[in-house]
């Protein structure tokens, strides 16, 4: 799935252009799921892998990574996870590899990623979104700090997993819904691809699995061809990134 996630991100890329640079800018990471996270970072390539590419989060708790001006990647949450044992995957979700620092390793889908453009001309945007292109893990919201409502992506208005299709479907081992595939994913189709004869946004249109996740979580891409196009592009130096945001609350909470 690596070809359909990387669609979006490519489009980011291809924004950036400046010349008033600047050094670096911070994404400020919250837990706030009722249960321990790992957050996980992939660069694109020629950008660094951010805090080793990943790292131990508990329930309430926040930490600050720091990231060139004009680094370009996706960031997501690892759920379920137990290291210390060779057992692949060590995660229920987002796993990279069974390894508790990814080092640059993509997670395995379906997770609900984070993708950054940053820009490095302090006059000009960055970009950013969320996508369910391949599919849903944890919601997740993004904003600027201090807070903008034009620069903030909301949480979702329900928990995918509760609505999760069957077909759709990730368990753990007690049988619990932990994940949702996107239809691409759990059927590797072109029509839900947005690929081959339907690789074109003429072609791919929204199919009765994207409706689902685009009415849990309106402010997400949904699938490649999401239209309008939720993208948001503002000019900051810090970013908060909250897993398991309250659907309800759209201010920020300071540090």
Not at 57 to 67: F, M, N, S, T, V
Request: glycine share 8%.
């Amino acid at each position: 799935m690596e070809a359909t996630t990387s669609l979006v991100l490519s489009i980011l890329f291809l924004f950036l252009s400046g010349n008033t640079r600047v050094e670096a800018c911070n994404f400020h990471i919250i837990n706030k799921c009722p249960y321990p996270i790992w957050p996980a970072n992939a660069a694109n390539q020629g950008h660094p892998v951010l805090a080793s590419g990943g790292f131990y989060l508990p329930p309430g708790e926040q930490r600050k990574i720091q990231a060139p001006a004009d680094w370009v990647g996706r960031i997501w949450a690892r759920t379920g996870c137990k290291f210390g044992s060779d057992k692949v995957p060590a995660c229920e979700t987002g796993d990279c590899g069974g390894k508790l620092w990814c080092n640059g390793l993509i997670g395995s889908p379906p997770a609900t990623l984070v993708q950054i453009a940053l820009q490095q001309d302090k006059n000009k945007p960055s970009f950013y979104d969320v996508s369910l292109v391949d599919g849903y893990n944890v919601a997740v919201s993004v904003t600027t700090i201090p807070y903008s409502s034009k620069c903030h992506i909301g949480g979702c208005k329900r928990d995918i997993n509760d609505c999760c299709p069957q077909e759709l479907e990730v368990l753990n081992d007690k049988g619990e819904v932990v994940a949702c595939k996107s239809a691409c994913l759990a059927f590797d189709n072109d029509k839900f691809c947005c690929r081959n004869a339907y690789g074109t946004p003429s072609k791919c249109k929204p199919t009765v699995y994207s409706k689902i996740f685009k009415e849990a979580c309106p402010s997400y891409y949904s699938y490649a061809y999401d239209n309008p196009p939720p993208l948001v592009n503002c000019v900051s130096d810090d970013y908060l990134i909250t897993f398991c945001p309250s659907p309800r609350v759209s201010e920020i909470e300071s540090e």
